[in-house]
């Protein structure tokens, strides 16, 4: 085990049993922000090297956005967490061969962004900005966190014709539970920072498992979609991808993988193959 996740584990519970609300706090600020920035992959850089580069400021930080392209028929691409927009570099040479235009960002805290955090709440508002700069998405491909924020933005008002999303979060109350998993922390631990982010992180939103919930309301998403999901994905179970298709039904094609993860599986030539032919059908065009 990692020395550091270990004294985390040791320290946030035994801290629990005198003082379950500072421990629950100090684990809410090692839930918001990324332990590390993502650095552009050596296999990522000539592609990432290419981009035009924009800027937006949300919330008083730096979001930098990454266009190739000239910006029609454009593509959203959304990036996970600890993760950033250039994990999806085997796209773009596709994309463009369609003749489409991908765009991405940096979430805040993340990549070359500035901040030191963020939230689904601020990929919905950064893709509706973007949205309002380069008009409708031809399609939206979406990753891990990426995913869930896709739906979130997709129900909220975002125009795409099409929605690729790679092993993806469908249950957001997941979460909390998840991370506290990783780090080996326990129950009082865990009901804190649920509360703390119900209450502190989204506290306009009410129901929040139920709002961010990928699968609710599945009408109000009426989109062919393609959900990729490796079988042994220790991140994000593959479960996850059982409730999108449960929910969304001959609309939705299930590809499941064996021995790719939840990182690996972006890059895969023979997902990025599928993803690609799955875009290129919805333009009755053949795939390069």
Same mark, same amino acid.
């Given at each position: 085990?990692?020395p550091?996740?270990?004294?985390?584990?040791?320290?946030?519970?035994?801290?629990?049993?005198?003082?379950?609300?500072?421990?629950? &706090?100090?684990?809410?600020?090692?839930?918001?922000?990324?332990?590390?920035?993502?650095?552009?992959?050596?296999?990522?850089?000539?592609?990432?090297?290419?981009?035009?580069?924009?800027?937006?400021?949300?919330?008083?930080?730096?979001v930098?956005?990454?266009?190739?392209?000239?910006?029609?028929?454009?593509?959203?691409?959304?990036? *996970?967490?600890?993760?950033?927009a250039?994990?999806?570099?085997?796209?773009?040479?596709?994309?463009?061969?369609l003749?489409?235009?991908?765009?991405?960002?940096?979430?805040?805290?993340?990549?070359?962004?500035?901040? &030191?955090?963020?939230?689904?709440?601020?990929?919905?508002?950064?893709?509706?900005?973007?949205?309002?700069?380069?008009?409708?998405?031809?399609?939206?491909?979406?990753?891990? =966190?990426?995913?869930?924020a896709?739906?979130?933005?997709?129900?909220?008002?975002?125009?795409?014709?099409?929605?690729?999303?790679?092993?993806?979060?469908?249950?957001?109350?997941? =979460?909390?539970?998840?991370?506290?998993?990783?780090?080996?922390?326990?129950?009082?631990?865990?009901?804190?920072?649920?509360? &703390?982010?119900?209450?502190?992180?989204?506290?306009?939103? *009410?129901?929040?498992a139920?709002?961010?919930?990928?699968?609710?309301?599945?009408?109000?998403?009426?989109?062919?979609?393609?959900?990729?999901?490796?079988?042994?994905?220790?991140?994000?179970?593959?479960?996850?991808?059982?409730?999108?298709?449960?929910?969304?039904?001959?609309?939705?094609?299930?590809?499941?993988?064996?021995?790719?993860?939840?990182?690996?599986?972006?890059?895969?030539?023979a997902?990025?193959?599928?993803?690609?032919?799955?875009?290129?059908?919805?333009?009755?065009?053949?795939?390069?």
């Amino acid at each position: 085990m990692d020395p550091a996740v270990a004294l985390i584990r040791t320290s946030l519970n035994a801290l629990s049993r005198p003082a379950p609300g500072l421990a629950g &706090r100090a684990a809410f600020a090692l839930y918001r922000h990324p332990v590390r920035r993502g650095r552009v992959g050596s296999r990522e850089r000539e592609v990432h090297d290419r981009a035009v580069t924009e800027q937006l400021t949300v919330h008083g930080r730096r979001v930098v956005v990454y266009r190739w392209g000239d910006g029609t028929r454009p593509v959203l691409m959304l990036h *996970g967490w600890q993760s950033r927009a250039s994990r999806f570099a085997g796209f773009v040479p596709r994309l463009r061969a369609l003749g489409l235009s991908p765009v991405a960002f940096d979430a805040p805290g993340h990549g070359d962004s500035g901040g &030191r955090a963020t939230t689904v709440l601020e990929y919905r508002e950064i893709a509706t900005r973007l949205q309002e700069r380069y008009g409708a998405f031809e399609a939206v491909i979406a990753h891990s =966190l990426g995913v869930n924020a896709a739906f979130l933005a997709l129900r909220g008002g975002l125009r795409a014709g099409r929605l690729v999303a790679v092993a993806g979060v469908s249950e957001f109350s997941y =979460l909390p539970a998840a991370f506290c998993a990783e780090l080996g922390l326990n129950t009082a631990i865990e009901r804190e920072l649920r509360h &703390r982010v119900e209450h502190e992180l989204f506290p306009g939103v *009410g129901d929040v498992a139920e709002y961010f919930d990928a699968a609710r309301s599945p009408e109000q998403i009426a989109l062919p979609i393609l959900v990729a999901h490796d079988e042994g994905d220790r991140r994000v179970g593959i479960d996850h991808a059982h409730r999108l298709k449960a929910a969304y039904g001959d609309r939705l094609e299930l590809l499941v993988t064996q021995g790719l993860g939840h990182r690996r599986i972006l890059t895969e030539p023979a997902v990025v193959d599928n993803a690609v032919g799955f875009l290129a059908a919805g333009q009755g065009v053949t795939a390069p």
